[in-house]
């Protein structure tokens, strides 16, 4: 499944349904929709809300795909680079409340995933999520 | 998809925020408009997420948010009914230290026990 969307924070129910849609035809447990879900939400709003430094309308690309028992999620951007890879992982010892803000979607997606990769192509974010279906058997 | 706010007084200084639906980017911004008029007169507040099934980090910055607002002066704010999504979210995040969160009813009622005991008259 590939669709684009808008940076616009309305977008991301469609977002939820093409999810949901792909999760069904795929016969993706709930548990594993929901954190791809989850996932996208995280990296699409803080591409949304942080990408750009103009007002401008941008298009973001997302793909999903099933491989040999591996959900991947391909994200591409025309944002500021950002590579969610060097985000520092946050202080979990410390109470949230005394936690930079930021950095806790980054954080939820890194646990979430099995795996990400991330380059800078161009102008481009490249954002690659990787997630095994196999936990659910 | 959407997000249900229904707030209800308990004691004077207590709000009961009873929640249904999604607690995500879109939604969140929505409740913490709402949660600023309500902490304008609240001390503690008590989230009901028995109907949310799904909570991202927009959703728990803006709990983290009263709680901070309302630690400030003396208050606090808890969490009742984490369906099993959200309490993943809650466990992975570790906000579990900062933010009372209920094991069954009668932890709750003791809050709002406490809640209405608390309130000043």
Same mark, same amino acid.
């Not at chain 1, 028992?69 to 060097?86: A, M």
């Not at chain 2, 939604?27 to 503690?44: C, F, G, H, M």
């Given at each position: 499944? $590939? ?14 349904? @093409? ?5 069904? @035809? ?5 548990? %594993? %929709?929901?954190?791809?879900? !989850?996932? !996208? $939400? $995280? ?41 969610? !890879? ?11 409340? $005394? ?10 997606? @890194?646990? %979430? ?10 102008? @481009?974010?490249? %954002? ?10 | ?48 997420? =028995? ?6 980090? =927009? ?18 704010? =808890?969490?009742?009914? =984490? ?39």
């Amino acid at each position: 499944v $590939e669709f684009t969307l808008k940076n616009d924070l309305a977008e991301l129910d469609r977002v939820t349904q @093409r999810v949901n849609e792909f999760g069904t @035809r795929q016969r993706l447990g709930p548990q %594993l %929709l929901h954190d791809l879900d !989850l996932a !996208l $939400e $995280e990296i699409l709003a803080n591409i949304i809300s942080h990408g750009y430094t103009d007002i401008c309308e941008h298009e973001i690309r997302v793909r999903l795909s099933v491989h040999s028992g591996e959900v991947r999620i391909d994200v591409e951007d025309d944002g500021q680079p950002f590579n969610p !890879l060097d985000a520092p992982a946050p202080d979990t010892a410390k109470p949230l409340a $005394e936690r930079p803000v930021g950095g806790l979607g980054i954080h939820l997606v @890194r646990q %979430l995933m099995d795996g990400l990769e991330y380059k800078r192509q161009g102008d @481009r974010n490249l %954002l690659t999520m990787k997630k095994t279906t196999m936990r659910e058997l | 998809m959407g997000l249900e706010i229904e707030v209800t007084e308990v004691g004077r200084g207590g709000r009961f925020v009873g929640l249904r639906g999604r607690l995500d980017a879109q939604t969140a911004p929505i409740l913490d408009q709402r949660l600023d008029e309500v902490l304008e007169s609240a001390t503690a507040l008590l989230f009901d997420l =028995a109907g949310v099934e799904y909570i991202s980090s =927009a959703g728990i910055r803006v709990m983290v948010k009263a709680r901070k607002a309302l630690e400030a002066r003396g208050g606090g704010v =808890a969490i009742a009914h =984490a369906q099993p999504p959200v309490r993943r979210v809650l466990d992975i995040l570790k906000a579990l230290p900062s933010i009372d969160i209920f094991a069954d009813d009668a932890e709750m009622d003791a809050y709002i026990e406490r809640m209405q005991r608390q309130a000043p008259s």
